[in-house]
């Protein structure tokens, strides 16, 4: 092999190992170019996975205090203060009672007496539509719902203590004290039942009912608790601390509840206690029944319904 063709074979040797030198290098090159793009979409991947997780927790946690706070859409606000029948079916709150449909007895659908009854906090209509069912069987009565609508736990106290202090408005307090000024002025009477907070709703409407006749009709006090006289009212674990007088109550208190113990009438009779008024010549039926969870104490129908007797019955004493 002459001297040239021994250089070119050199170049060539050259070349091909530069060759595979620099393959190797853009093989190694692109690996770590695909890892790093692997390893870069895996942390892309983790941080949306972290921040979706952030944001659905938030929302959660958002939705939480709406709840409790009554902030954001409450869906059972649209029906408040109206009337609640038969089916879960409202009504608005200008209806003529003798045109809701009452939910009646499952023994008696041709029952005659009507019943209204107003529910406490944290109690949407279709758990209010049960307890209507529950009033019905338990007193043969045909019963109409005033409902009084829940935006979560923590807007129904703070809308309790507007009521304690006569406050703000309250639709459930504005269509029971129409309902009960429209029947009275028409000649009939009229069968309440609250808890809870239908208590303390109770008691503003009938003190608004007792203004309208002393301003509106110019009653002096002695008509105008004659015409409340009209009214039947019974109480079970209510927020109310004081009644007009004129009305005919009987009002159900556990000892065992909280919620009357401390912000209704108490647990000891009200000659007692001189904060409670229940009105002139109510009958306070007091009783024990006491539960491990306080909130239980204060069921509606599990532990006053149970308690109830007829209204004359208690109004006797007996």
């Not at 904060?275 to 509606?300: C, M, Q, T, W, Y």
């Amino acid at each position: 092999m002459n001297p040239i063709e021994r250089g070119r074979n050199l170049i060539n040797q050259v070349r091909t190992g530069a060759e595979r030198t620099i393959d190797r290098a853009q093989e190694t090159v692109g690996n770590v170019v695909d890892q790093a793009r692997g390893v870069a979409a895996e942390g892309g991947r983790r941080v949306n996975q972290f921040v979706d997780g952030f944001e659905n927790a938030a929302v959660k946690g958002t939705q939480a205090v709406q709840g409790f706070f009554g902030g954001g859409n409450q869906p059972d606000r649209v029906h408040d203060g109206k009337f609640l029948g038969a089916g879960g079916q409202t009504f608005s709150p200008d209806t003529p009672l003798s045109d809701v449909p009452a939910v009646t007895p499952r023994n008696n659908p041709n029952a005659t007496d009507t019943v209204l009854y107003v529910n406490g906090i944290n109690t949407t209509k279709d758990a209010q539509a049960n307890s209507l069912q529950a009033i019905a069987d338990t007193t043969g009565a045909r019963v109409i719902g005033i409902h009084n609508a829940t935006e979560g736990m923590g807007a129904d106290l703070a809308q309790c203590v507007k009521d304690k202090l006569d406050k703000g408005t309250n639709p459930a307090v504005d269509t029971l004290a129409d309902t009960l000024y429209n029947e009275i002025k028409a000649g009939r009477n009229v069968h309440l039942m609250a808890h809870s907070q239908g208590g303390l709703i109770s008691s503003r409407a009938l003190g608004d009912v007792y203004n309208r006749l002393r301003v509106e009709d110019g009653m002096s006090q002695a008509d105008a608790q004659q015409a409340m006289s009209r009214i039947n009212v019974e109480t079970f674990g209510a927020a109310a601390t004081r009644y007009p007088d004129g009305p005919n109550y009987v009002h159900y208190v556990n000892r065992g509840d909280p919620v009357p113990g401390l912000f209704g009438l108490g647990p000891v009779p009200d000659s007692w206690n001189p904060v409670a008024d229940g009105g002139k010549g109510s009958v306070v039926r007091h009783f024990n029944e006491f539960h491990l969870n306080p909130i239980g104490a204060h069921n509606f129908e599990s532990v006053y319904l149970n308690q109830r007797v007829p209204f004359d019955q208690a109004r006797g004493g007996n």
